[in-house]
């Protein structure tokens, strides 16, 4: 990566936290609701929070859920929005390379993520009985910014392939259903056969699972290193595809 590169990178990445933060009620599901999910379901319960096992498993759960939603809201109608305004085909024509948009877009992102982080992770330390070790939290969020990558490009896909309106939908059903089949909301432990077969396959558990390995260690499955390098590398080529695609009906 070039010097120049690094430096619109940086400079698009500031005016685009820039921007999100102008408008602070965007933020609110982002870096509210998965802290109030704790407060709600995970504090009361005290054979959870007087656990320190289940407790710091319910914090990771609810951390993997805030950057999923994070990404998939910040990808997904981001880009959804930016096709629908002049500004975004502007930007196309700058000598500026699309990577810098790119990149800026994941920094800015993954730094608005951490700031969804910290209040989760300080109200899951002053109420609940989770522990983890310093370097276990370092190792939890790099394993959250390497398993976040099949969302993140997940949420691109959508922002290409629908419309504003069309993409809240898309998202809000996709979140969900990648929450409750990942075991973010119930533990898988809690599942029938059936679908605990099924959630393994999905970007969501494999995410939850292997945060739950840096940070408590145990034993990582092959199913769950395979599935984030298979889903990144998928969701990866459809999102060219489908970047390719929107660029070609648009400036043919």
């Not at 709600?40 to 319910?58: H, I, L, R």
Request: hydrophobic share 60%; net charge positive; proline share 6%.
């Amino acid at each position: 990566m070039t010097v120049s590169l690094v430096r619109l990178t940086a400079v698009h990445a500031k005016y685009s936290i820039i921007e999100t933060l102008r408008i602070p009620i965007a933020l609110i599901g982002t870096v509210v609701f998965p802290t109030l999910a704790l407060l709600f379901f995970v504090v009361p319960q005290q054979a959870v929070a007087g656990n320190p096992e289940f407790a710091t498993q319910a914090i990771i759960s609810m951390s993997v859920f805030s950057v999923m939603v994070g990404s998939l809201f910040s990808f997904g109608l981001g880009i959804a929005e930016n096709r629908e305004k002049a500004w975004d085909p502007y930007l196309r024509t700058l000598p500026a390379p699309g990577i810098a948009r790119v990149l800026a877009h994941i920094f800015s992102t993954g730094a608005l993520a951490i700031l969804a982080l910290l209040p989760l992770l300080v109200v899951g330390a002053i109420l609940t009985a989770a522990e983890a070790s310093p370097l276990r939290i370092v190792l939890g969020l790099l394993a959250i910014a390497v398993s976040s990558l099949p969302f993140m490009l997940l949420g691109i896909c959508i922002g290409y392939a629908f419309p504003t309106k069309a993409a809240i939908a898309v998202v809000q059903v996709t979140f969900f259903a990648l929450a409750f089949g990942g075991g973010l909301f119930l533990p898988p432990v809690m599942f029938p056969d059936w679908l605990n077969t099924v959630s393994q396959f999905l970007p969501s558990r494999q995410a939850r699972d292997f945060v739950i390995w840096a940070v408590q260690g145990g034993e990582l499955t092959p199913l769950t290193v395979l599935g984030i390098v298979g889903w990144t590398a998928v969701l990866l080529a459809l999102a060219l595809l489908l970047f390719r695609r929107d660029e070609g009906r648009r400036f043919r």
